[in-house]
């Protein structure tokens, strides 16, 4: 068969999905160490779990959607089981906990760090894998365990690279709007979808505003792309009091808590909401976490309706310009709550847990945007090949960098055009070049190539300020390691 006849596949990554290559994936992983660094240090173990779960076992969490099935990526395997990639990291928290709960402690603290899978509709920034990092506290019923989780997200923050100031973490407890549902007359088993249309619609009160959750609260709403949205059908007394909930924050933590009180009016669930914020809050307080950190807001309601308690959302609170140029917050990074339920399906036992989850990619695009991404992203030394016949006497060189903890390595290309090889060091972003031809191996001597000095000499519309510095220097093969440690540091 000739090659035109040949059908070939595309090499292309699928709608929705990317690659990630060298600096990228280095920055994830240092800023991950730090968050690691964090919840090891209030006590938390790493868990890895399998990608993939039974979709029984993840039930249906997955945010807007009503079957378990929906917005996964499932098959069916040959025992006629049906299996997915796990489209968040508590479901399969859950599932652990459940599994090997007689020999986990109790409480049991962990965090996970990973890709999840979600089989919606790409768009520009929202992919169909993304990373996500979590840590969660199964089996503490108090809500101190709410107010450490706070606690911690606000001190990973801070241990990556966004200043207080930068950020504010808001707190808020389900059980209060559960209470603010009673009120509106949403309470019961046969409301239970008007409740996830609100909950929803509240979630998105920062985008859309008062009037486009208005128009969810009621009839629905059409987006600018012509998309209709169904409403949750209240009525205009009904959503004056969701409403009333959303903008209960006042100036201090007391004076909102008071507010949400006169809300929920005498709903034991509301008020029981009510009391656990203000418990949240002076526990903070006592370790110094205050409102510029951490504040009670009833806008943060968390769209996934396995929450049951506390929620928290973490905003960073600096402006970024967006693709049109316009100023605007970069919004939230982080979020997650109470889920005591979620364990009680595989056990039938209540198990309390609460959690928070870190959208990684999202967190590490804000860092870029402040110019605080703080991974070394240099590349490795390179070392050059001038004969082939040489070539072990290259690799001892790249042996001795090495041996020194300096990232070096042979060129491996074809080293008959020289220029070729420093095309490639530049592509990497090798900071040095070594070059050892006939006439430097016969006096025992190396060249070395400042590659970062001599791309700003080119770039410098004068040579004066670079005189004292030379771009290349030969030195002794034996003074190799600490030339080029001399070099690296700028010396």
Known sequence: MSDAKIRRPR???????????????????????????????????????????????????????????????????????WLALRYDLTAPLARVAAQYRNDLPSP?????????????????????????????????PSVAADAEICAMLADALEEVGIPRGDYIIKVNNRKVLNGVMEVAGLSGDDKEAERGIVLRAIDKIDRLGDAGVRALL???????????????????????????????????????????????????????????????????????????????DPGVVRGLGYYTGPVFEAELTFEILDEKGRKRQFGSVAGGG???????RFTGQAVPATGVSIGVDRLLAAL??????????????????????????????????????????????????????????DKRGSPVAVIQGGDEAAKGTVILKDLVLGARIAASATLEEWKDRPAQVEVPRADLVAAVRRMLAGA
């Open 11 to 81: 090499a292309e990554t699928p709608k929705g999905f990317r690659d990630y290559f060298g600096a990228e994936v280095t920055t994830r992983k240092a800023m991950l160490d730090r968050i690691t660094a964090v919840y090891h240090r209030y006590g938390f173990d790493p868990l890895e779990t399998s990608a993939v779960e039974t979709v029984e076992s993840l039930g249906k969490f997955l945010p807007d959607v009503d079957r378990p099935n929906e917005g996964v990526f499932a098959w069916q395997d040959e025992d006629a089981d």
């Open 108 to 140: 049991y603290r962990r965090y996970a760090m990973g890709p999840v899978w979600r089989n919606e509709k790409p768009g520009p920034g929202r992919f169909r894998q993304f990373y996500q990092c979590d840590a969660d506290t199964v089996g503490a």
């Open 218 to 296: 009621g009839e629905g709403r059409k987006d600018e792309s012509g998309d209709f949205t169904k409403g949750a059908g209240l009525n205009a007394d009904q959503a004056e009091v969701v409403m009333g909930f959303i903008h209960a924050k006042r100036d201090s933590g007391a004076e909102t808590a008071a507010r949400l009180r006169e809300l929920v009016g005498t709903s034991a669930l509301g008020l029981e909401g009510v009391g656990e914020l203000e418990t949240i809050a002076s526990l903070l307080s006592a370790q110094g976490y205050g409102p510029d950190r951490i504040v009670i």
């Open 338 to 344: 109470r889920y005591d339920d979620l364990v009680k």
């Open 368 to 425: 870029h945007a402040k110019g605080r991404v703080t991974a070394d992203t240099t590349g490795p030394v390179v070392v050059t090949v001038m004969d082939r016949d040489r070539m072990a006497d290259y690799m001892g060189m790249v042996a001795d960098l090495r041996a020194a903890d300096i990232r070096a390595e042979v060129y491996l290309g074809n080293p008959k055009n020289f220029g070729n090889q420093l095309k490639y060091a």
